[in-house]
């Protein structure tokens, strides 16, 4: 199933979460507004937002908050956009110009101070303070891996731990947190909030690791980003690091010495992947994730939405963009 097939229980949901957006993007400053609208009329596949809508609606919710919540983590998630494309100089993103290219940077970092503002001012409108200690630690994990990430760049030693490290806190931690909180707004028992934040953590693992796979097999338009640039910003994935492990001792020094300086030959560097078990060794931990992921759903009633979330996982592994 693609996206939109998926997400069709909720498709009333993510319409009315896309008006929330809109709404409070809305500021007296021009420039805030201009970017909202920027950022908004880029898409995105909404994942966050729609993994909260799906848990809440599979727990029986039937209110309107989680239109407001789910809002919130797509302002926090896209924040980290905006500062993670002026630390990595990025130029592309989901098919567009960057923010920060178009811009500038200064303005770039200000809106995403202004994202994280306004969802914290949204999740007190919520006035759940179990929501607001998931969401605010959400932050704090994610500003942590940022930060691990920073320390592996150019580092040809980092290994599979490190480096699922900074996945689980820069990436899967957003997912984790979107699905928690849509449990506990349904009023969700302990083992099924727990079950929607170990399912969130595995698809977001999921995620990433499969980004790293199309980082050397996809192309620039069908990713909407620059295929290549996690090596050219000295980034060591999987992939690099399985390469590291397994390969030649030439496949082995061509790879330190791309992360190293990020400078090295794309094609010869994608040839040493695709010439170990890089790719399909990142594909399995992918899959290992996506079906930790499926049994955590054990936990949940039987229902359309259950479903969706189960062939979600699916999804995060054969997706191809």
Do not use: W
């Not at 929501?131 to 932050?139: H, R």
């Amino acid at each position: 199933m693609n996206l939109p097939e998926l997400i069709a229980p909720i498709a009333d949901d993510m319409k009315a979460v896309d008006a929330v957006i809109r709404a409070r993007l809305d500021s007296d400053v021009v420039l805030i507004r201009t970017i909202g609208d920027y950022i908004v009329g880029a898409g995105g596949k909404r994942m966050r937002p729609a993994l909260l809508l799906m848990v809440a609606r599979a727990l029986g919710y039937s209110g309107t908050d989680h239109h407001t919540l789910a809002a919130v983590v797509e302002f926090i998630h896209t924040a980290t956009l905006l500062h993670d494309d002026v630390v990595d100089e990025s130029d592309l993103r989901r098919g567009r110009q960057t923010a920060n290219a178009v811009f500038g940077n200064a303005a770039s970092v200000l809106v995403g101070d202004y994202l994280y503002s306004r969802s914290f001012e949204m999740m007190v409108d919520i006035d759940s303070m179990r929501v607001m200690a998931i969401l605010s630690q959400a932050t704090t994990v994610i500003a942590e891996g940022e930060v691990l990430q920073l320390l592996n760049v150019h580092d040809p030693d980092v290994s599979q731990e490190r480096y699922l490290q900074v996945v689980r806190y820069k990436t899967a931690k957003l997912f984790e947190a979107a699905a928690q909180a849509g449990a506990v707004l349904a009023g969700a028992t302990a083992e099924q909030e727990q079950a929607a934040a170990a399912y969130g953590r595995h698809i977001g693992t999921a995620f990433q690791l499969v980004d790293d796979v199309l980082d050397y097999g996809g192309d620039a338009e069908a990713l909407g980003k620059n295929v290549g640039d996690d090596l050219r910003e000295g980034k060591p994935t999987l992939p690099l690091i399985r390469v590291m492990e397994v390969g030649t001792p030439e496949q082995q020094q061509l790879v330190r010495s791309a992360i190293e300086t990020g400078h090295a030959d794309f094609e010869a560097v994608a040839a040493a992947i695709h010439a170990t078990d890089a790719l399909p060794h990142a594909l399995d931990a992918a899959r290992a994730e996506a079906e930790l992921a499926r049994q955590a759903l054990a936990a949940y009633p039987i229902s359309v939405y259950q479903q969706s979330l189960l062939e979600f996982c699916a999804f995060a592994v054969n997706r191809d963009r």
